[in-house]
Structure formats: structure tokens, C-alpha cells
């Protein structure tokens, strides 16, 4: 069935890097644009980063621009997030979502992987 | 603060209806498409209206959508204790970096 499984969350200082990756299957990756947004404990959804179905261009929130790049290997059906030097206000639950229109419908969610940064 | 503004809860009985209200400008709803999620306690957000008012397949007529100008509104009628959940407008804001903004969401309580 459609899905997607986000990994490679857990703990990490401050300053730290960490790579999420979110596979997809049962649909063909490579026709739709992909973002990941995020949750903080308690607070509401953020939006993070948006790559398009080829990969060649992407958008990010101000809030991690110069610090994240969002990538996606089409032949791998993979979309992968790299964050650096992270921040104890990225401590979150990151998800990758599937934009079904390129308007920010995002049909498709992963379950979702923990993020903390923390010393 | 979130660029659209969202009442931060609504309430009502079950079997009535309710509306949510997601304010912004004209750099972003006033000149893009908005969509609505539903997030229940512990999952992942779930698209109810895309397109100011297009349902996707599975979501029941009971949940509508409509813009007006710079502002968006979810409607939910005949409201069931599952509808308790946490509600989110989402939309692009095409100001000076281009980005896709939430508003700050809604907290359901079927009282």
C-alpha cells in the first residue's frame, strides 16, 4: 500500500548533525514533490523543507535555512533530510509527507521519527 | 506567531456543526489554495480539504471547506466525539522567501 517510514531520529547535542531518511512504496516517488514538517513537544505543525518531484529545486523554512538540506534519490524512492549544527528548538517529531498537487497537500504522512536535541 | 491565525479552540455538542477560521494575507491565502488536516491525539496529520474546498476519497461530506478573500474556513457538521482533534490550515505564502506556512491549529472539544 501507499506509504512512507521515516528513520534516523534519536539524541544528539547541540551542534550536533543527524540524517532522517523517509522510504517510500506503492506509489511512483518520482512524480510528486515531497517536504518534511515538524513537531515540537506540545506545539503545532512546522513546515521545514519541500523538494520537487526531480529534485532540482528546493524551499526551507527560515528557521533552518543554512543548517538542513533536503535531498531524494528517485531511483532509491528515498527522500533524506541532513541537519546540522542542530539546535535545542529542533527537538521534534519530523515528518516526510507526499504533496499530492504541488500545493501543499500533503496526502501522505509517515508515522512520524523523534528528534532530541539535548546536552 | 504563525502567519495564519487560527482560533486556538472551538467547542460544540455532538450533532451540531462548527466552523474554524484561518486568517492570512494576500501573499498567501488570498493568492494560493489552502488545505485543512486533521490531527488526532498521537498520529500523524491526516489531509481533510485541499483546494480551499475538494475532499480527498474516504473523508466524509460532513467536513467542507471555502475562501473568501484572504481567509479560509473549515466546516464540520454533525459532529462526532472522534472528530475531537486538533486542526490545521496550510497554505504557500509567496512573500519574501517562499515557503508553506501553518496556522497555529484548532482544538476541537465535542463537549
Known amino acids: 500500500q501507499v506509504q512512507l517510514v521515516e528513520s534516523g531520529g534519536g539524541s544528539v547535542r547541540p551542534g550536533g548533525s543527524l540524517r532522517l531518511s523517509c522510504a517510500a512504496s506503492?506509489?511512483?516517488?518520482?512524480?510528486?514533490?515531497m517536504s518534511w514538517i515538524r513537531q515540537a513537544p506540545g506545539k503545532g505543525l512546522e513546515w521545514v523543507s519541500h523538494?520537487?518531484?526531480?529534485?532540482?529545486?528546493?524551499d526551507y523554512a527560515d528557521s533552518v535555512q543554512g543548517r538542513f538540506t533536503i535531498s531524494r534519490d528517485n531511483a532509491k524512492n528515498s527522500l533524506y533530510l541532513q541537519m546540522n549544527s542542530l539546535r535545542a528548538e529542533d527537538t521534534a517529531v519530523y515528518y516526510c509527507?507526499?504533496?499530492?498537487?504541488?500545493?501543499?497537500?500533503?496526502?501522505?504522512w509517515g508515522q512520524g521519527t523523534i528528534v532530541t536535541v539535548s546536552s | 506567531q504563525s502567519v495564519l491565525t487560527q482560533p486556538p479552540s472551538v467547542s460544540a455538542a455532538p450533532g451540531q456543526k462548527v466552523t474554524i477560521s484561518c486568517s492570512g494575507s494576500?501573499?498567501?491565502?488570498?493568492?494560493?489554495?489552502v488545505s485543512w488536516y486533521q490531527q488526532l491525539p498521537g498520529t500523524a496529520p491526516k489531509l481533510l480539504i485541499y483546494?480551499?474546498?475538494k475532499r480527498p476519497s474516504g473523508i466524509p461530506d460532513r467536513f467542507s471547506g471555502s475562501k473568501s478573500g484572504t481567509s479560509a474556513t473549515l466546516g464540520i457538521t454533525g459532529l462526532q466525539t472522534g472528530d475531537e482533534a486538533d486542526y490545521y490550515c496550510?497554505?504557500?505564502?509567496?512573500?519574501?522567501?517562499?515557503?508553506?506556512?501553518f496556522g497555529g491549529g484548532t482544538k476541537l472539544t465535542v463537549l
Open positions: 494576500s501573499s498567501n491565502i488570498g493568492n494560493n489554495y
Open positions: 506503492g506509489f511512483t516517488f518520482s512524480d510528486y514533490y
Open positions: 509527507a507526499r504533496d499530492q498537487r504541488g500545493f501543499a497537500s500533503f496526502d501522505i
Open positions: 523538494i520537487t518531484s526531480s529534485g532540482y529545486t528546493t
Open positions: 496550510v497554505t504557500w505564502d509567496r512573500s519574501l522567501s517562499a515557503a508553506v506556512v
Open positions: 483546494e480551499n474546498n
